[in-house]
Structure formats: structure tokens, C-alpha cells
């Protein structure tokens, strides 16, 4: 099968095409012939030589795709052969055939294309498993959210505004800022231009006078650490899901310890397939509904053939991009799955 490869760690030119063997499922899995992968920052980083892959993991990259299933293991129950699925990964999405644990599996409704599935499975779950399950946001709190118009950011406005859940958001460009407000963001703050500390405690008000992000979702790290924490309101939390900006900062633990203030930090690739299983069925009951009824939706900036992985991959370093870049496998389907929408449309 053909499958993009790493060389050696480096920029996007280092990606290759190659012929790989195709691999073999466990009983517990499913293989997917792979329609289209989702490029997501932790592909730079492995590419970079930053982020290996867990043990015994594959070295191809790619951690989300969509497809329809080729084959089912022995212990598989509710798939059969031909479903169209999109699946959360430990790796392995850049190839044209991938095994799955059937659950990490999530039905694509007839709503969507197969292109647009494969735009959900990374950033649903990331930002599902983070805001709800790791700090119990509830209805009525303020999000606040660094890189808005990122794939997590773009996803995170529209599941907060399906949780009844205020999301503000920061961003780099007035372009960006245009789009998350368009989206459904209630505030949007430009880095490059306001200090979102003393904006969030323009913007996040509560009813006891207090002020302040209940939650904060952050891709930045240690250049963020102490202003974040600065930017919680009391009880707030702060859960770190991204290291663009560095990885070590040094607090003030008494910025934590009066106002009852926690800072917490997760990964999703490494996680073991329960924990992952369990992340999929939270997100296939609580948001898939949504996702069904076109409430949450994929954005999607850019498409492209699997060969041109680099110049995806550098669209997100160059930081211009909105949504999701994804990489189409079967650039023969996705001249049908075209046709078929322009035909709907007429």
C-alpha cells in the first residue's frame, strides 16, 4: 500500500511516499481503506523527531481518518465490511489501508461526506475529553480558548455553544477573529494586539462580582503558564493540551492556592485503547447528534492528494490556515464523492 514515511527528522520535504507492507488486524480490530487523514500538529512533531509514537506503534503517521472498513476481526461486533467509519488513532492515518480498534470506530451519517468525517474524530475528542471530561465544565462558564481558528479551536467554539457554554477565543488576524465570530464565538481576542489577561476580566464577568475564565483550553504551554493562570477566574482551570510554546515556566504557587485555582495537562495519543474506546463513546452519544443535524461541523481549509503531506503539514506551520488540512487517500472516490455533492447542489 502506499503510505507517507518519515526519512529523518526535518521539515516537510522529509515526508515520502513509499510502498508499504499492508498491515494485519488483531481480532478486536477493524482494517479501514482510508478515504481521507486529518493533519494535526502532533504530525509535525513526530516528523520533527519530537513526539515518537508509543511502543510498537506504527511510524507512519497520521491520528485520524476516515474510510470504509475492508475487513473485521473475529471478536468485532455492530461492523461489517463496507460501513463508512471515521476513527481516532495511535498512528498510521497517512497510508491507504490502517488497523483500528473497532472502538475507536464512529459512524459517519449519510449528512456528511467522507471528506468532511475525517475533519472530526481528532479535535471532537480532544476537545471533548478535555473541557468536559478532565475539567467539568458546566453550562453557563467561560471557555477560553487559545488558537480559535485551529482545527481544536474551530472545533471547541461549536462544541461550547452545543454545551450552552460562553467561549472566548484568541487568535492572530482580524480575518481569523471574523471567522471565530461568525462561528459562534461571544468574544474574540487578538494576541498580537490586547493582552488577553486583563480583556478576559473585561469580558468573563460573574454574577458574585468576580471575574475570570472558569476553564482554560491551551495549546501554548510554558510562554502562556503565568499569564494563564493570571486569566482564571476563582476555581478556574487550566488544562494544557499543547507545548507550541515551550515546555518550561516557573509559577507562583500562591497564585493557586487562594483562589483554589488547577492546572492540568493531558495527551491523547498515548492514552490506552479503553481510555480512547471510552473518549469515542462519550463523544459518538453526546456530540455525534449534533454533528448528525449539522449543529457541529467541520471546517475545513484545505484538501490534498496524500503525496503533497509536506505542503500540509507546512500550511499549519505557516499558521494561515482555518480549520483542518486533510490529506485524500483515494483521490479516485473523492472525484465521485465531488460529482455526487455538485449533482445534490444542482
Known amino acids: 500500500m502506499r503510505a507517507i514515511t518519515i526519512s529523518a527528522p526535518g521539515g516537510p520535504e522529509v515526508l515520502e511516499v513509499t510502498e508499504e507492507p499492508q498491515p494485519g488486524i488483531a481480532p478486536d480490530e477493524v482494517l479501514v481503506a482510508v478515504h481521507a487523514a486529518g493533519i494535526n500538529r502532533a504530525d509535525l512533531l513526530q516528523r520533527q523527531g519530537f513526539y515518537n509514537p508509543p511502543p510498537g506503534a506504527t511510524t507512519i503517521p497520521g491520528l485520524e481518518v476516515s474510510g470504509t472498513i475492508a475487513e473485521v476481526g473475529p471478536e468485532v461486533t455492530g461492523w461489517k465490511v463496507g460501513d463508512r467509519v471515521a476513527a481516532l488513532l495511535t498512528g498510521g492515518g497517512y497510508a491507504e489501508?490502517?488497523?483500528?480498534p473497532a472502538g475507536q470506530l464512529l459512524p459517519v451519517p449519510e449528512s456528511l461526506s467522507l471528506t468532511e468525517a475525517a475533519a472530526l474524530p481528532e479535535v471532537l475528542a480532544t476537545v471533548h475529553s478535555n473541557i468536559v471530561g478532565r475539567a467539568g465544565i458546566q453550562a453557563g462558564e467561560w471557555l477560553l480558548v487559545h488558537g480559535g481558528a485551529s482545527g481544536i479551536g474551530t472545533a471547541a467554539i461549536q462544541v461550547?455553544?452545543?454545551?450552552?457554554?460562553?467561549v472566548v477565543v484568541t487568535v492572530g488576524s482580524e480575518r481569523k477573529a471574523q471567522f471565530c465570530r461568525d462561528l459562534g464565538?461571544?468574544?474574540?481576542?487578538?494576541?498580537?494586539?490586547e493582552d488577553f489577561v486583563s480583556r478576559i476580566h473585561e469580558i468573563c464577568t460573574h454574577g458574585d462580582g468576580t471575574t475570570?475564565?472558569?476553564?482554560?483550553?491551551?495549546i501554548i504551554g510554558a510562554k502562556y503558564l503565568e499569564r494563564n493562570i493570571k486569566a482564571l477566574a476563582t476555581d478556574g482551570r487550566l488544562v494544557i493540551i499543547g507545548l507550541q510554546g515551550g515546555t518550561k515556566a516557573e509559577i507562583n504557587l500562591g497564585d493557586l492556592l487562594q483562589p483554589r485555582k488547577t492546572v492540568t495537562a493531558t495527551t491523547l495519543r498515548a492514552r490506552p485503547k479503553e481510555q480512547k474506546?471510552?473518549?469515542?463513546?462519550?463523544?459518538?452519544?453526546?456530540?455525534w447528534p449534533a454533528v448528525t443535524a449539522g449543529d457541529i461541523r467541520p471546517i475545513i481549509h484545505e484538501t490534498l492528494p496524500l503525496a503533497e503531506a509536506g505542503r500540509g503539514q507546512a500550511a499549519l506551520e505557516e499558521g494561515a490556515s482555518i480549520g483542518k488540512v486533510l490529506l485524500i487517500v483515494d483521490e479516485e472516490s473523492q472525484t465521485t464523492e465531488a460529482g455526487q455533492e455538485e449533482d445534490t447542489r444542482s
Open 97 to 100: 489501508a490502517v488497523p483500528v
Open 160 to 166: 461550547a455553544r452545543h454545551l450552552g457554554v460562553h
Open 185 to 193: 464565538a461571544d468574544a474574540v481576542i487578538n494576541y498580537r494586539e
Open 212 to 218: 475570570g475564565a472558569d476553564v482554560i483550553l491551551d
Open 277 to 287: 474506546a471510552q473518549i469515542v463513546a462519550e463523544v459518538v452519544e453526546q456530540l
